[in-house]
C-alpha cells in the first residue's frame, strides 16, 4: 500500500463518505478494511482532510476500530526493569528471538509472559 495510486482510490473513498455524513468510527473501519494498513490509512486520511499525518493518525487511534487491532506490550529487562510500552497499530505480534527497535536502542525478546493488565498482549523481557 505504500504505491501513491494506491492511495488515491482510499482519499476518494473517505470523500465519499464525508458527503454521506459517515461517522470518524464508519470511515476509519472502512479504511481498515480496505488497506490493513495503519501508515496507509492515516495518510489516506491526511489527504482526505488536509492533516498532517500526526493528526490523522492521532484521529485513527482514537477508534475503535484501530483500537480493535492494536497490540501493546510491556518492555522489561531480564532483570524485571520495566522499560516502558510499545505499541502496534497493525496488530503486530512478537516470539522469542525477534528483535525490537525499543527507544532505549536494539534488543531482542528473550522471553514473553503475559502481563497483570488485561490491556497488555503481553510482557517481552528483553536483552
Keep these: 500500500m ?20 459517515r461517522s470518524d468510527e464508519e470511515i476509519a473501519q472502512w479504511l ?3 488497506s ?7 495518510k489516506a486520511l491526511a489527504l482526505a482532510r488536509n492533516l498532517d499525518r500526526s493528526t490523522a493518525w492521532d484521529e485513527l ?15 522489561v529487562t531480564a ?13 503486530r505480534t512478537f516470539v522469542l528471538g525477534d528483535p ?8 531482542q525478546v528473550l522471553a514473553v ?5 488485561p490491556r497488555i498482549t503481553a510482557r517481552l523481557h528483553v536483552g
Excluded at 490493513?36 to 492515516?42: E, K, L, V, W, Y
Excluded at 525490537?100 to 534488543?107: A, E, I, N, Q
Design 32 to 34: 481498515w478494511e480496505r
Design 113 to 117: 509472559e503475559i502481563d497483570e493488565d
Design 36 to 42: 490493513r494498513n495503519f501508515a496507509a490509512s492515516g
Design 2 to 21: 505504500s504505491d501513491e495510486t494506491a492511495i488515491e482510490p482510499l482519499v476518494a473513498g473517505v470523500h465519499a463518505l464525508e458527503a454521506e455524513g
Design 100 to 107: 525490537l527497535d525499543f527507544m532505549h536502542g536494539p534488543c
Design 61 to 75: 487511534r482514537a477508534t475503535a476500530a484501530w483500537q480493535r487491532v492494536e497490540t501493546r506490550f510491556r518492555i
Design 79 to 91: 532483570s524485571g526493569q520495566s522499560l516502558g510500552e510499545y505499541r502496534s497499530v497493525n496488530g
